[in-house]
């Protein structure tokens, strides 16, 4: 659903357009491994070779898991596990299907949180996307 922004002092580039997306953030430790490579890079790198969207690794200054241990980056004995987010925006269909590509990456602790989201677009290029995408419902119809 495209929805513009009705306010009278807006110009179309600052017009806002919304399309619904989810949101896929996978935490991690940071020192999780899979074949030798951080499970954050494993995830990043075939979220690429998926062609979703984009992906964004954050890292945690303070946090704990599973083993119930704080780690942060205070003390220096605990802060080789700091926690760790992949977040990953697109169209659900494209998250959901890529699900499955990361499974053996979190199944012995990672997590997987799912939240519906907007993807907010602003100017000529969210005009564009959003009547290419409208057109196609369209079609589809």
């Not at 110009?11 to 935490?27: G, H, K």
């Not at 999780?32 to 992906?55: C, K, M, N, Q």
């Not at 996307?129 to 057109?135: K, M, Q, S, V, W």
């Amino acid at each position: 659903m495209t929805t513009p922004n009705t306010s009278s002092t807006s110009s179309t580039s600052n017009t806002p357009y919304t399309e619904p997306a989810l949101r896929l953030t996978v935490l991690v430790g940071e020192s999780d491994v899979w074949h030798h490579r951080p499970v954050f890079t494993e995830i990043v790198h075939r979220a690429h070779r998926a062609g979703l969207s984009g992906a964004s690794v954050l890292r945690g200054i303070e946090g704990f898991g599973a083993s119930s241990m704080i780690h942060t980056q205070r003390l220096l004995s605990l802060s080789e596990d700091l926690p760790v987010a992949v977040v990953i925006v697109d169209e659900e269909e494209r998250v959901r299907a890529f699900l499955p590509l990361i499974a053996e990456l979190v199944a012995d602790g990672g997590r997987v949180v799912l939240d519906a989201c907007e993807i907010v677009r602003f100017g000529t290029e969210g005009r564009e996307r959003a009547e290419e995408r409208d057109g196609k419902r369209d079609r589809d119809r």
